[in-house]
């Protein structure tokens, strides 16, 4: 039987063509919108008319933009594997490799090919697969075949962009300020975002976005890429003149630090594409494919107290005790006992490492308050930072050699701490002994794993090498092992805040937190652009005092209550100091949480695009279409007075809707000098509400209204 030239991978909406007649691997020619049931012959020609033609100054066979683009085979643009022999001959040979198809297994949504060089004596796997809610997933596994060592410079991930992505989207962000969105077109060359801190750090762009000059949340096709991995790593997109533009996400490797003995293999994180018409879409093919996995978190998920910004290192039994009442109280379920527990640590210069309870702060152990909690019917959970170590511990006093390093000085100083090499066995046992201890001694449920300082020399002492991909798999492991031992125990990947979040970490654990900052505000433009990888239950969002302490700006209840709603909501704040009325307002704040968390953890999360930049309207709407919750944040003053219309995505378009605001706990009316005209509620339907909208409500800049919709019915035709 003669052998299909054109494969069609589908799933989840995506269609994933690809020609196999390309030189060396098959190139992918359509990453997109579903095309439907394809004749074969059809998709033949499809593939043979966008074959590129030969041209003057150019090489005899214009290279093409496959799976795996080599210069051997005439590719000019960022080739997919740099790398060389470091013995056996001459030092640098084999640095052009031209692996050429051997094998190929296909399905109706994933392909497996092998593809082998003999020259250079190596040999890669690919995996693609296009997941169930649209993503393509892509991985590759190099092995080294020869009998001399291979270094790997670098294996990166290829993904072509359709004609009409002209615009580049990521993000940018700092400690307190994560993920903030920047644009530009994108020209001819390469645009690069490294991160080199042996985390992805404040500043790394969850997504790197290419789409048609500007695309939003509603429109536009846009596709992104994502690395799953916590670790070094590029993400570039390219234009050149003579190919499609390209996405590509690779490990960054420092070097050396992956030399290949002979038959030995490197395997890539995975990239993982997505694609949309507008950002919303974008998200929830990752949302969805998330919640798909068997580890997802419950969608109940418990509201959490923090105890860090409520009493920082002032950790007093009575006062906590106090707290705990107060907490389930007004609802809480989960209550944590954030830093400064342990040894020696009494502020943020000692004691990391040795994670034995302070017999100063707690002289009766952590039992007293474990059992005030878990009496009171809520879990205990409880601050660790298993990768780090302060000087001042009995830890790096006793093993110097345990402690991340390249010269044989320790590298310069973050928050006055190093970090443990894990991949060092000695140092992985015996910190997982330790935390193994405290998790049987104790009733904990909830580790909030914390991280606190970007790597610099990450090298080992035992192998004399760069460390940082040894490390994050050692991580990994540490986490599994625990989850293992204590079955149920749920993590929380927290790193100076939001630094460590990616699709890498959180298969081990169960929710990031995306930033220390608990400013609304701030939060709001935050959870938006994590949510953009991120489904809301697994993103933190705390309701923080009234006053600000990353910024100073004081926030009414109701703003920091509303934006935290679309996370998995907590509470940092010292409910000592509220007043009867505060904590009366809070409890109904959970409570509303409470009654729409499972939509929250199941539903669409959605963002509106409005003319006005101050307008921020965001939802969700419940899986079976029933009801959606929204909240609109005026973020500043508003351009228009009144100020313009709401316009609702998201919603069947064909169905009939009550849209109400809620008068309890949320304000909703505003400070407009006549009533809203849907104050009382309006009925409308789901596509009126989208292409029409509703009066916005005149807000006072930093404060919020939540909308409530009701289907009603559907639309009479
Ligand atoms: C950084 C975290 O992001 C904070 O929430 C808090 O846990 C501190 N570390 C504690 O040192």
């Given at each position: 039987m003669a052998?299909?030239?054109?494969?069609?991978?589908?799933?989840?909406?995506?269609?994933?063509?690809?020609?196999?007649?390309?030189?060396?691997?098959?190139?992918?020619?359509?990453?997109?919108?579903d095309l439907g049931d394809l004749a074969d012959d059809v998709l033949d020609d499809i593939?043979?008319?966008?074959?590129?033609?030969?041209?003057?100054?150019?090489?005899?066979?214009?290279?093409?933009?496959?799976?795996?683009?080599?210069?051997?085979?005439?590719?000019?643009?960022?080739?997919?594997?740099?790398?060389?022999?470091?013995?056996?001959?001459?030092?640098?040979?084999?640095?052009?490799?031209?692996?050429?198809?051997?094998?190929?297994?296909?399905?109706?949504?994933?392909?497996?090919?092998?593809?082998?060089?003999?020259?250079?004596?190596?040999?890669?796997?690919?995996?693609?697969?296009?997941?169930p809610t649209g993503l393509v997933a892509v991985r590759a596994t190099l092995t080294n075949e020869g009998d001399a060592d291979y270094e790997v410079q670098d294996l990166g991930l290829t993904l072509p962009l359709p004609a009409s992505a002209r615009e580049v989207a990521d993000t940018t962000g700092r400690h307190l300020r994560e993920r903030h969105p920047q644009r530009h077109p994108l020209s001819v060359g390469r645009y690069v975002r490294e991160s080199r801190r042996g985390r992805p750090g404040s500043d790394a762009t969850l997504l790197l976005l290419a789409g048609e000059p500007g695309f939003g949340f509603e429109r536009g096709l846009v596709h992104g890429v994502h690395l799953a991995w916590s670790g070094n790593h590029s993400l570039s997109v390219e234009r050149s003149q003579n190919a499609p533009?390209?996405?590509?996400?690779?490990?960054?490797?420092?070097?050396?630090?992956?030399?290949?003995?002979?038959?030995?293999?490197?395997?890539?994180?995975?990239?993982?594409?997505?694609?949309?018409?507008?950002?919303?879409?974008?998200?929830?093919?990752?949302?969805?494919?998330?919640?798909?996995?068997p580890q997802h978190p419950s969608a109940d998920r418990p509201v959490t107290l923090n105890t860090w910004e409520a009493v920082y290192f002032e950790q007093d039994l009575a006062h906590l005790t106090r707290l705990a009442d107060l907490a389930a109280r007004v609802g809480v379920e989960r209550f944590v006992l954030d830093d400064g527990w342990f040894s020696s640590r009494r502020d943020d210069t000692a004691g990391l490492g040795d994670w034995t309870v302070s017999p100063e702060v707690w002289p009766d152990g952590l039992a007293p308050l474990v059992d005030h909690v878990t009496g009171l019917g809520m879990q205990?959970?409880?601050?660790?930072?298993?990768?780090?170590?302060?000087?001042?511990?009995?830890?790096?006093?006793?093993?110097?050699?345990?402690?991340?390093?390249?010269?044989?000085?320790?590298?310069?100083?973050a928050r006055q701490q190093q970090v443990l090499d894990l991949s060092n066995e000695e140092a992985f046992d015996h910190i997982l002994r330790a935390l193994d201890a405290l998790l049987g001694e104790y009733a904990?449920?909830?580790?909030?794993?914390?991280?606190?300082?970007?790597?610099?020399?990450?090298?080992?002492?035992?192998?004399?090498?760069?460390?940082?991909?040894?490390?994050?798999?050692?991580?990994?492991?540490?986490?599994?092992?625990?989850?293992?031992?204590?079955?149920?125990?749920?993590?929380?990947?927290?790193?100076?805040?939001?630094?460590?979040?990616?699709?890498?970490?959180?298969?081990?654990?169960?929710?990031?937190?995306?930033?220390?900052?608990?400013?609304?505000?701030?939060?709001?433009?935050?959870?938006?652009?994590?949510?953009?990888?991120?489904?809301?239950?697994?993103?933190?969002?705390?309701?923080?005092a009234p006053h600000a302490h990353t910024t100073g700006r004081h926030h009414t209840l109701p703003f920091r209550a509303g934006v935290a709603l679309f996370g998995h909501l907590g509470v940092e704040w010292d409910l000592a100091s509220a007043s009867a009325d505060e904590l009366g307002d809070l409890t109904a704040w959970i409570s509303l949480y409470r009654e729409w968390r499972d939509d929250i953890a199941t539903g669409a999360l959605v963002h509106a695009d409005l003319a006005d930049d101050t307008m921020d309207l965001?939802?969700?709407?419940?899986?079976?279409?029933?009801?959606?919750?929204?909240?609109?944040?005026?973020?500043?003053?508003?351009?228009?007075?009144?100020?313009?219309?709401?316009?609702?995505?998201?919603?069947?378009?064909?169905?009939?809707?009550?849209?109400?605001?809620?008068?309890?706990?949320?304000?909703?009316?505003?400070?407009?000098?006549?009533p809203l005209g849907w104050r009382d509620g309006v009925v409308s339907t789901g596509a009126a509400l989208h292409e029409i909208g509703l009066q916005a409500p005149v807000l006072l800049p930093e404060t919020l209204a939540v909308i409530t919709v009701t289907r009603v019915g559907e639309a009479t035709p």
């Open positions: 052998q299909q030239n054109t494969l069609h991978l589908r799933g989840g909406g995506t269609s994933v063509l690809v020609d196999r007649t390309t030189p060396g691997v098959p190139a992918i020619v359509h990453w997109g919108p593939a043979r008319g966008v074959r590129p033609q030969r041209v003057s100054g150019g090489l005899d066979e214009t290279g093409r933009l496959t799976l795996l683009p080599q210069e051997a085979f005439g590719w000019q643009g960022t080739p997919a594997l740099l790398g060389s022999r470091l013995s056996g001959g001459t030092a640098g040979s084999d640095f052009s490799s031209a692996l050429v198809m051997t094998a190929l297994e296909a399905t109706a949504s994933a392909l497996r090919l092998t593809a082998q060089d003999p020259a250079t004596r190596l040999r890669l796997d690919l995996e693609v697969d296009v997941t533009s390209a996405l590509r996400a690779a490990e960054l490797l420092a070097p050396g630090e992956v030399v290949l003995r002979p038959g030995a293999s490197y395997s890539t994180p995975v990239a993982f594409g997505s694609w949309g018409r507008g950002l919303n879409e974008l998200s929830s093919r990752f949302h969805e494919h998330l919640r798909r996995r205990f959970g409880l601050w660790v930072e298993p990768e780090m170590v302060n000087p001042d511990s009995d830890l790096a006093r006793a093993h110097p050699d345990w402690i991340l390093q390249a010269r044989g000085v320790w590298p310069a100083s904990i449920s909830y580790l909030k794993w914390d991280h606190n300082r970007d790597l610099v020399e990450g090298g080992s002492t035992v192998t004399g090498r760069s460390a940082v991909h040894e490390n994050t798999l050692a991580v990994y492991r540490l986490m599994d092992e625990l989850k293992r031992r204590h079955p149920g125990l749920e993590i929380e990947s927290c790193a100076s805040g939001g630094s460590r979040v990616d699709l890498g970490v959180i298969e081990h654990t169960d929710r990031v937190w995306a930033s220390d900052t608990n400013d609304p505000l701030e939060r709001l433009t935050i959870q938006k652009y994590t949510g953009l990888l991120l489904p809301p239950e697994l993103i933190g969002a705390h309701i923080g965001r939802g969700v709407v419940a899986r079976d279409g029933s009801r959606a919750l929204f909240v609109y944040a005026q973020t500043a003053s508003a351009q228009s007075h009144p100020t313009g219309r709401l316009t609702f995505p998201g919603l069947d378009a064909a169905a009939t809707y009550r849209v109400e605001p809620l008068a309890h706990p949320a304000s909703a009316t505003g400070v407009g000098q006549s």
